[in-house]
């Protein structure tokens, strides 16, 4: 399994591309700003070939090159059905505060565009990647998860379970809940339903920042207080649009 990405934009947004193995067909996940040349770079450095975009929800620092790299190589972007009127129209998602900082910039849909459905997992690339609808950072949030096999230290093969959380969670943060279709306790909610009940040793990896694990979040992700009444958290999280 190759699983490789980078931080792309002004909002250093975490860009990833996975696929089963070096030298055939990929994924990309959340080309944000400034991402294409970079997923160009890592796509001929590993002789892969992307067959799709996945957008784990649609505020523009997430899909900014969604719809050049889909056009380019003639691939589908896929997005959940309650954020994808952002990809032509992205101001949607940013509200009144940072609608104006697009000015005069234009944006469309990639040609062809998928929507994920909650809970019926995408097969591509040759990988079979679950979908959780998790909304509260925005209302077409989902989580991509999937077993990665790697080698222990034993030499045997064991299946490490890996979740793309976008926006949802990051390490020792939330996503912010203040733009449109934000909903800080639904979002709360959407983590207990979708990734608490997760196994510790579940590997995240976020939007922004490092990556972490559900096991280091139920320990020390102070946001994740509020799902224990006794123990009130911060109210806003941080990173990303």
Known sequence: MLITGFAAGMFQTNCYLLAPAAGGDAVVIDPGQDAAPRVRELLAEHDLNPVAVLLTHGHLDHTWNAAELCDEYSIPAYIHADDRPMLADPARGLG??????L??????????????????PVEVA???LSVDLAPGHTQGSVLLGLDVPVTDEGGDQVR???VFSGDVLFAGSIGRTDLPGGDHQQ???????RLLPLSDDTQVLPGHGPQTSIGAERRTNPFLADLDPGSPPPTKGRFGL
């Open 96 to 101: 009144r505060a940072l609608g104006p900082m």
């Open 187 to 193: 979002l709360l909610t959407s983590i207990a339903d």
């Open 126 to 128: 040759g990988l079979r």
């Open 160 to 162: 490490v379970p890996v």
């Open 103 to 120: 000015g005069d910039m234009e944006f469309h849909e990639p040609e062809k565009v998928v929507e994920f459905v909650d809970r019926e």
